[in-house]
């Protein structure tokens, strides 16, 4: 196996047609991250998020698609996974960083990921940089990827209109 430190961070960016205080509050609200921060498939239930540094963000992920609940069974998987992440760094409309606990992956040991969130306005759009933290092999790595451009996508089509 790989180790982390050895791998490359994932960058995931895309520029919004929208006010900053919009895209700041799907990151650092309950109503807000509920939205959208789930791949499609999957939806989240937000139990405690606390919008600062050091503030808790809870929340338990349910596959809500019969596809997905399919794929989770027939992966041994549970149809939800309860996480746990810190804000580590929070400055109001302009970067964060969410590190989550990785306690959930049978056999691995226990781990922090974090993702640093950057966001630069200019007119009427804003650029929103995402730096993935990679996971602990090069598999999870690439699918932590796929399934961060699928909750992204959400974004997509919400920006879209």
């Given at each position: 196996m790989q180790k982390v430190t050895d791998m490359q961070k994932v960058n995931v960016e895309r520029t919004y047609k929208a006010r900053i205080g919009e895209l700041?509050?799907?990151?650092?609200?309950?109503?807000?991250?509920?939205?959208?921060?789930a791949p499609e498939g999957f939806r989240v239930e937000v139990h405690r998020l606390e919008g600062k540094t050091g503030g808790v963000v809870h929340y338990t992920m349910f596959a809500d698609s019969p596809?997905?609940?399919?794929a989770m069974k027939q992966m041994g998987?549970?149809?939800?996974?309860?996480?746990?992440?810190?804000?580590t760094?929070?400055?109001p409309q302009t970067?964060?960083?969410?590190?989550?606990?990785?306690d959930f992956i049978p056999g691995v040991p226990p781990y922090d990921s974090t993702m640093a969130v950057e966001f630069i306005p200019s007119n009427d759009r804003v650029r929103m940089v995402v730096t993935l933290d990679p996971m602990h092999d090069e598999q999870m790595t690439r699918?932590?990827?796929?399934?961060?451009?699928?909750?992204?996508?959400?974004l997509d089509k919400r920006f879209a209109a």
């Open positions: 700041w509050d799907l990151w650092t609200t309950k109503d807000g991250f509920e939205s959208w921060w596809e997905m609940i399919a998987r549970p149809a939800s996974t309860e996480s746990r992440g810190t804000f760094l929070f400055q970067r964060l960083a969410l590190t989550h606990r990785i699918m932590a990827t796929m399934g961060f451009e699928s909750q992204v996508g959400k």
